[in-house]
């Protein structure tokens, strides 16, 4: 079965702790993201990865941090830093990140919320 | 500050009406322009998606018409069923290499009965 996991799908914390989503994709696909969703703002990019070992910024990328060591994972780690890190958060791979018209598919999210 | 901005925020459409979301650009740069549905509770997945050197694309009850020199394109979903309700994004891809899209806030589309 094919495609894209993130765990937990609900996260609780309290303010100041550190937090790390999960992100597991078994597609085979060079490039992964992060994206925030909060009511009436759509997707924000936070970080992604066109490869392992290497990964860029986003829109949003404050109090955020990622790795990728592993082609298959990707994953985000909320920081204290982080004003505001209650939202819902997407994780999404694509093929090739210089395709063009390369689709993006997405998880089906962690709904993080801080206490 | 929001790069593709879109419109209205909700909408209601009695089953088998049409819907029509709008979505505006200022980058002319931008180069794939693709829209998604998403359900509650999951995450969003491609529904249809055209390049910016074509004017229309349709794809079952599904139309994008894209104006270029207007820099606006719109979906239409002629006869709306209520398995169509959700919330629908545009998005735009920046030029350069790294398939990084920027999203428009979303419209939530409830179809009635």
């Known amino acids: 079965d094919g495609g894209i996991t993130q765990s937990p799908k609900y996260l609780f914390r309290k303010e100041g702790q550190n937090v790390t989503l999960s992100c597991e994709q078994n597609?085979?696909?060079?490039?992964m993201y992060w994206y925030r969703q909060d009511p009436g703002q759509g997707l924000r990019l936070i970080y992604y990865?066109?490869?392992?070992?290497?990964?860029q910024k986003g829109d949003i990328a404050e109090g955020y941090s990622v790795s990728r060591e592993k082609k298959e994972s990707f994953p985000l780690t909320v920081t204290s830093a982080q004003k505001n890190p209650t939202a819902f958060y997407l994780c999404?791979?694509?093929?090739?990140?210089?395709?063009?018209?390369?689709?993006?598919?997405f998880g089906p999210g962690t709904r993080l919320t801080v206490l | 500050q929001q790069q593709v901005k879109q419109s209205p925020q909700s909408l209601i459409v009695q089953k088998g009406g049409i819907s029509i979301i709008n979505c505006a650009y200022e980058?002319?740069?931008?180069?794939?322009f693709p829209w998604y549905q998403q359900f509650p509770g999951k995450g969003p997945a491609l529904l249809i998606a055209?390049?910016?050197?074509?004017s229309e694309k349709k794809e079952g009850r599904f139309t994008i018409s894209f104006n270029k020199s207007a820099k606006q394109f719109s979906l239409h979903i002629m006869d709306s069923q209520p398995g169509d309700s959700a919330t629908y994004f545009c998005?735009?891809?920046?030029?350069?290499?790294?398939?990084?899209?920027?999203f428009g806030t979303g419209t939530q589309l409830k179809v009635e009965l």
């Open positions: 999404a791979s694509s093929v090739s990140p210089n395709a063009y018209a390369d689709t993006q598919y």
């Open positions: 597609l085979n696909h060079d490039a």
């Open positions: 990865s066109q490869i392992v070992n290497d990964f």
């Open positions: 980058n002319t740069a931008f180069d794939y």
């Open positions: 055209i390049r910016p050197d074509v």
């Open positions: 998005a735009a891809r920046y030029p350069g290499g790294g398939n990084k899209l920027t």
